[in-house]
């Protein structure tokens, strides 16, 4: 099973970026499909974004679409979600998922790894 860790989170002003890391041990991530979800104060965790193992496709929520994306670097193992135009909306703590397999996946239970989160938090 691989291992996850996230970072690169924290605060800032509507209308900034931050980019999130997603670093992982023990299997090699050009064999998973990699999810991003975020969890805001008092709701449920919610889908992101989620690129393919072959890292040729990515697919977003329509709240993130046009400003978020999520790129690969194969030679760190490690995945990023890079975020734009931020939004107080967007406060949440952001998790990254992986499953060994092909195609995407936009369920919690459809993942097998998961990270401990890192917060985001935007003020307006």
């Known amino acids: 099973q691989v291992q996850l860790v996230e970072s690169g989170g924290g605060l800032v002003q509507a209308g900034g970026s931050l980019r999130l890391s997603c670093a992982a041990s023990?299997?090699?991530?050009?064999?998973?499909?990699m999810g991003w979800f975020r969890q805001a104060p008092g709701k449920e965790r919610e889908f992101v974004g989620v690129?393919?193992?072959?890292?040729?496709?990515?697919y977003y929520a329509e709240s993130v679409k046009g400003r978020f994306t999520i790129s690969r670097d194969n030679a760190k193992n490690t995945v990023y979600l890079q975020m734009n135009s931020l939004k107080p909306e967007d406060t949440a703590v952001y998790y990254c998922a992986a499953r060994y397999s092909s195609g995407y996946y936009y369920r919690e239970r459809e993942y097998d790894s998961w990270g401990q989160g890192t917060q985001v938090t935007v003020s307006s």
């Open positions: 690129s393919t193992w072959s890292g040729g496709s990515t």
């Open positions: 023990g299997r090699t991530l050009s064999t998973y499909a």
